[in-house]
């Protein structure tokens, strides 16, 4: 019963250290002169991202044209499963996504490395309609790191113009969550109390 006791412990001390499902990663930003730039960008084909892969690299057009872009890295943990909630009410800014790292490289033809880790993106610039955010989704390895890219689709045409990004993880397409700490340790808690009550039965 000690070692049960243990293993349970350890694994839900374990969840806890890794923390809950749910919001990942979440900012409110702007693209400003000062950020990278890289020639050509994503096409904007229509059919934001999910889980099931059903969106094709949308390919790369406007190859000589220079456009501001931002990152930001988010590792997923133990959520493979992740939703990406960007408002924007520009109609100049896009939302992407990419595994581990984004290396746009003007040397790499025809794509200009843009499909290089490409995971999926949003399909449109901005809101579909005010006050109604995009959302995408992508399938991740557990424990890897999720570049989400924000790039401008007119050449300074978007620059200063506020976004929200919220990213979200899930442990599966069902959009399970991973139980709070605050429950493992009351579940914790309560299997103790059995245990130390068996032990006091059989004595």
Known sequence: MNTLLRKVLTTMALAAAIGRAGILYDTVDQLVAGDPTQLG???????????????????????????????????????RFIQIDVDSNSPTTFFSAYLTSYLPNPAAPPNLGLDTN?????GFSGDLLPGEP?????????????IIVVNESASNGGLLQPYHLTVEGFLDAEFTDVPEPSYLLVVAGALAAVVRRARSIQA
């Open 134 to 146: 995009l959302f995408f989704n992508v399938v991740a390895p557990a424990n890897s790191n999720l």
């Open 118 to 122: 490409w995971l999926g993106d949003a």
């Open 41 to 79: 960008r994503l096409s904007r084909n229509g059919i934001p991202q999910d889980w099931a892969g059903s969106e094709p690299f949308p390919g790369v057009i406007n190859p000589a044209t220079s456009y501001h872009y931002t990152t930001y890295s988010v590792n997923v943990g133990i959520t």
